[in-house]
């Protein structure tokens, strides 16, 4: 059963445009990520939100920018998209003191 | 830094065989490993987790063992079955703040 629900399932734009992914979870959550999945399948973190505050950003480029108007919402920005950001991206959350992370089944982008 | 290695890309077995596969791992913290499986188009979940070293534990038929000592924790199934068809991440929990992935191992499972 799915707590972590993510919008849109896919998203088709060119690259330079901007894009915007929503992600929402039902748990009662303190702790959100968004992870980047890449067409090898490999999972890498990008951002981690706890409490609004922003705690983790691993090397990832100036024009994502995560978004979070509460505990339970946590939106992730693209500002001008580029071939290589084509991946899915999955968003996750965690309760603060538990160590199962919850995820989302994902975005999945694809830049022309 | 931290960091998890799973050594096979793609295991294909035949229904009914066992299975194992590995995971190995470098830390500074305290170890706290998972396997995750996801199926296709669907979200990783939760298989396993452990702290706790030379424990097994099991779930839904998978068992694996954390050794401190050398730094693993492998998942393994005595008859592997259909449906058992995934994509098996192994992740090590970081500084307590995220969980860092490993490459995953596709599990392909043929009659």
């Known amino acids: 059963e799915t707590a972590v629900f993510q919008t849109p399932n896919y998203h088709v734009t060119q690259v330079g445009n901007e894009v915007s992914f929503n992600c929402k979870q039902t748990?009662?959550?303190?702790?959100m990520y968004w992870y980047k999945q890449d067409s090898k399948k490999l999972l890498k973190i990008m951002f981690s939100?706890?409490?609004?505050?922003?705690?983790v950003n691993e090397t990832v480029p100036r024009r994502f920018s995560p978004q979070s108007s509460d505990k339970a919402h946590l939106n992730l920005r693209i500002k001008s998209v580029e071939p290589e950001d084509s991946a899915v991206y999955l968003c996750?959350?965690?309760?603060?003191?538990?160590?199962?992370?919850?995820f989302g089944k994902g975005t999945r982008l694809t830049v022309v | 830094g931290d960091s998890v290695t799973q050594t096979e890309g793609l295991v294909t077995l035949t229904k009914g065989l066992p299975v194992m596969l590995n995971c190995t791992y470098q830390?500074?913290?305290?170890?706290?490993l998972f396997w995750y499986v996801q199926h296709l188009n669907e979200a990783p979940k939760l298989l396993l987790k452990?702290?706790?070293?030379?424990k097994r534990t099991e779930h839904q038929g998978f068992y694996a063992t954390l050794h401190k000592s050398s730094s693993s924790f492998h998942l393994q199934k005595s008859s592997v079955q259909l449906s058992d068809s995934a994509l098996y991440f192994c992740?090590?929990?970081?500084?307590?703040?995220?969980?860092?992935f490993g490459t995953g191992t596709k599990l392909q499972v043929v009659p």
């Open positions: 996750a959350s965690r309760d603060r003191g538990r160590t199962e992370v919850f």
């Open positions: 748990l009662g959550h303190d702790t």
């Open positions: 939100y706890n409490n609004k505050q922003l705690i």
């Open positions: 830390t500074t913290y305290s170890p706290f």
């Open positions: 452990s702290s706790t070293d030379n």
């Open positions: 992740a090590l929990r970081h500084s307590g703040t995220y969980q860092r």
